[in-house]
């Protein structure tokens, strides 16, 4: 039988890197639940930096787990004042005991939808497709660079993070600040971001679970100072996963952008993720067709390499519009890879031309949807 003491020894396991303190000893576990082979504790930090709270949040997660008779782990991660140590077995009137109502909480991992976590941003776009490798990240990218370009402001959110490369296409460097408790994006090209390749080391591979990517999307809603933004664009993780469901749920997205290529394995993965999409009353702005054709850099000819009208098809199937049909040529890559995306590398090229075309239609699409009246909701 799992118990509250066998928890808590757990969990002393877990260091604050700064103070070398134990995490129970500085107060920062709450609202601890017990049901059967079910835990679920919040890690209420207070000044640790954003690295140190990934890592804590991890290494918990992980000791928790491994007790024996523990089946499920669910954590909470925020921000808030310590509670005195001993405070994390308490109920809601601070009687020790275990409380089913933030066990409850927690093992949902779904807050209620809020639009006041980003007050001050006035669209919210994801960027999203049904499986990998279909330049996603390249087109949520240079969609972000080529809206700061029309004299809007921006910032991205690299929500993908099992395979955070926003910051690498971006060319950031450092880590975030924090300031009044609160983190403070780094800055490249002009455009605010955030992506957990910024924490934690190049080559550690994160194993999270749906709550704690719920709580970083929350971390990176409401524990970051992204001030007054026109647009923040979330580059999502493949698939139809927890983060696609977990954003939705947080905040009442503008619209979302699917990205495809016209072959037919694609179009197939992209059908779904347009159904989930559709299922979560997420409007959806259209399809961008990426490496459409490919152009012969020495005769010109162009080819379909990956087949052709697809991004045609799922646009009259599912009644969205076609926003862009992105060519499939190296400049890009190379672009992505030397951290200077192709819409500012090379301003007058197709490319770019084909991504500013894309953030000006985005934003009349937009302008056309209007402000979300309601929040959304899964049937």
Not at 288 to 307: D, K, L, R
Request: proline residues 8%; aromatic residues 4%; contains cysteine.
């Amino acid at each position: 039988m799992v118990t509250e003491e066998t928890v808590l020894a757990a969990l002393r396991g877990v260091k604050d890197p700064e103070s070398q303190k134990d995490i129970v000893a500085l107060g920062l576990v709450r609202d601890l639940a017990i049901e059967g082979d079910r835990v679920a504790f919040a890690l209420a930090f207070t000044a640790q930096p954003p690295a140190s709270r990934v890592t804590m949040h991890t290494m918990a997660t992980r000791l928790v787990g491994q007790i024996p008779g523990v089946r499920d782990v669910q954590v909470k991660m925020g921000a808030g004042a310590a509670a005195p140590a001993g405070a994390h077995a308490h109920g809601a009137h601070g009687a020790p005991g275990h409380s089913h109502a933030p066990a409850q909480q927690a093992a949902a991992g779904r807050p209620a939808p809020s639009p006041d976590l980003i007050p001050e941003v006035r669209h919210t776009i994801a960027v999203s497709s049904g499986k990998g490798g279909v330049g996603k990240s390249t087109v949520a990218v240079n969609l972000a660079v080529a809206l700061r370009a029309t004299g809007a402001s921006v910032g991205i959110i690299d929500a993908d993070v099992y395979g955070p490369d926003v910051p690498m296409m971006l060319g950031a460097r450092g880590k975030p600040g924090m300031f009044e408790n609160r983190i403070i994006p780094v800055e490249a090209h002009g455009i605010k971001m955030m992506s957990i390749g910024l924490l934690v080391a190049e080559k550690e591979a994160l194993v999270w679970r749906g709550p704690m990517i719920h709580s970083f999307i929350q971390q990176m809603l409401k524990d970051v100072n992204w001030g007054a933004l026109d647009y923040l664009v979330f580059d999502m993780p493949p698939g139809t996963g927890d983060a696609q469901l977990s954003l939705s749920q947080v905040i009442p997205l503008s619209g979302v952008v699917m990205v495809t290529t016209p072959q037919n394995v694609a179009l197939l993965d992209v059908r779904k993720a347009l159904g989930m999409f559709q299922r979560l009353n997420v409007p959806i702005l259209g399809v961008v067709e990426n490496m459409s054709t490919f152009a012969c850099p020495h005769c010109g000819q162009h080819t379909a390499i990956f087949g052709d009208a697809g991004g045609t098809s799922i646009s009259a199937e599912y009644g969205v519009p076609l926003l862009a049909q992105i060519p499939l040529e190296t400049e890009t890559r190379m672009a992505g890879d030397e951290g200077m995306p192709i819409t500012l590398r090379r301003p007058g090229s197709p490319q770019a031309k084909a991504f500013g075309d894309l953030a000006h239609v985005v934003s009349r699409r937009l302008e056309e949807l209007g402000p979300l009246s309601s929040l959304p909701t899964v049937r």
